[in-house]
């Protein structure tokens, strides 16, 4: 990732382990300790890897090359190029529906008021619900095609309001559908919804959604595999900041910025700047976490307890275990209105045990994520891992729990 002149430089020619040394030293210069960690292998492979001793399988590469910020190929070639993941199967309906491959709308649409029940019911299954996934693809298709036809018909009508409101709908509908479809794996789906919600959000001019649209683009950005795209995420962000200044304080306005910041924090911690994650989060994010209280603004989630959630993060992603556990000691989930930042939260803490090699706790986690979110369980690459890693290295005592796991999880 962007950040410092190391990135432009050519690494040397050395193998495999040597190549992973480099990266490790040059983008943030984290010890073995802190990567191997966060890859959930241990710091002696680690430290054998880069001597040349051990050469590390296609999935420990892999996380390691996630961890380091660069591609799979970077550790293998002299001239790497970018590797997009394939993305996971979605739900075929939703797609179509985006692309405009309903049955056509010709008749009167849906009253406006029915419209935001609509979308206000589908959010609340998308962060309430254990089984979001299957719920919420049952309900979209026809949602994305009603609100559509809405905008389309209301767009030249004679009535403004109607038309901001047909707008303000379908940009809290698309927020959705970014979440959605990147968690599905359709970072393209994804990333052109929060397009649309950006520019829906600019035509009804509210300038609470146009920053939530913002956030929405910031957090796609967060998820692409381009180096460049961290440094685009946190701009945007930081633009749309910008904006909020201008218009008057209120604790919805606060709270949206406040989301913002979070974007910025997590881009600085993406590019290893830890120090300036820690800053930002105490300067900016908890200031406006006091003003804005607990809430969920535009579906942010966005109050004391997700800046909390985000100080466990960054310490995390910078190895540092034992701190990040104490951070999660204070933080008291049950304030958090959406089963997916629990779901995160929980999945964090687990990271941070399997660095501590304490396998105990990263069982009880992981039965508590199945017990939060089967359908999440099943779908995170980082918990799938941690899965694994933990059925090769646990103690006879918890091994039949283990597998039982693995076996609901339908897991080879």
Request: glycine residues 6%.
């Amino acid at each position: 990732m962007p950040g410092g002149d190391e990135h432009d430089m050519e690494p040397p020619r050395l193998p495999i382990g040597g190549r992973i040394a480099y990266y490790r030293t040059t983008k943030g210069n984290r010890t073995q300790a802190a990567i191997a960690g966060l890859c959930g292998i241990s710091e002696r492979y680690l430290s054998l890897i880069e001597n040349g001793a051990r050469v590390p399988s296609a999935a420990v590469l892999s996380r390691l090359a996630a961890e380091l910020g660069v591609p799979v190929a970077a550790l293998l070639t002299e001239h790497p190029s970018p590797e997009l993941p394939a993305p996971v199967a979605d739900e075929p309906a939703v797609a179509r529906a985006l692309m405009g491959y309903g049955p056509a709308r010709s008749g009167e649409t849906v009253e406006a008021a029915v419209l935001r029940e609509r979308v206000e019911q589908a959010w609340r299954i998308w962060q309430t619900s254990p089984t979001r996934f299957t719920g919420i693809a049952a309900v979209l298709p026809a949602l994305i095609e009603d609100v559509e036809h809405a905008v389309r018909v209301h767009r030249d009508g004679n009535d403004p309001e109607t038309r901001r409101a047909a707008l303000r709908t379908s940009v809290d509908l698309y927020g959705l559908l970014r979440s959605y479809c990147r968690r599905v794996g359709r970072l393209d789906l994804s990333l052109m919804v929060a397009d649309r919600a950006v520019r829906a959000a600019e035509d009804a001019d509210d300038p609470v959604r146009i920053a939530a649209a913002s956030w929405n683009l910031g957090h796609v950005l967060l998820s692409d595999p381009r180096d460049e795209a961290v440094e685009e995420a946190s701009d945007i962000a930081l633009n749309a900041v910008s904006h909020l200044n201008r218009e008057t304080r209120t604790p919805r306005i606060s709270a949206i910025q406040g989301a913002l910041e979070l974007v910025a924090v997590v881009a600085a911690a993406r590019r290893h700047k830890w120090w300036n994650a820690r800053e930002r989060l105490a300067e900016k994010a908890v200031p406006l976490a006091r003003k804005a209280g607990e809430g969920n603004v535009q579906h942010t989630v966005f109050g004391p307890t997700n800046v909390e959630l985000h100080a466990l993060s960054v310490e995390m992603l910078a190895g540092e275990s034992a701190e990040a556990l104490r951070v999660a000691d204070e933080v008291d989930i049950e304030a958090l209105p959406s089963r997916e930042r629990q779901f995160t939260f929980t999945l964090e803490v687990a990271r941070c045990y399997a660095m501590r090699r304490d396998d105990a706790a990263v069982l009880v986690h992981l039965l508590a994520l199945e017990e939060l979110s089967p359908e999440d369980l099943s779908r995170s690459p980082t918990a799938i891992t941690l899965i694994a890693e933990l059925r090769k290295r646990v103690r006879p005592t918890y091994r039949r729990q283990v597998d039982s796991l693995v076996a609901r999880l339908h897991m080879t």
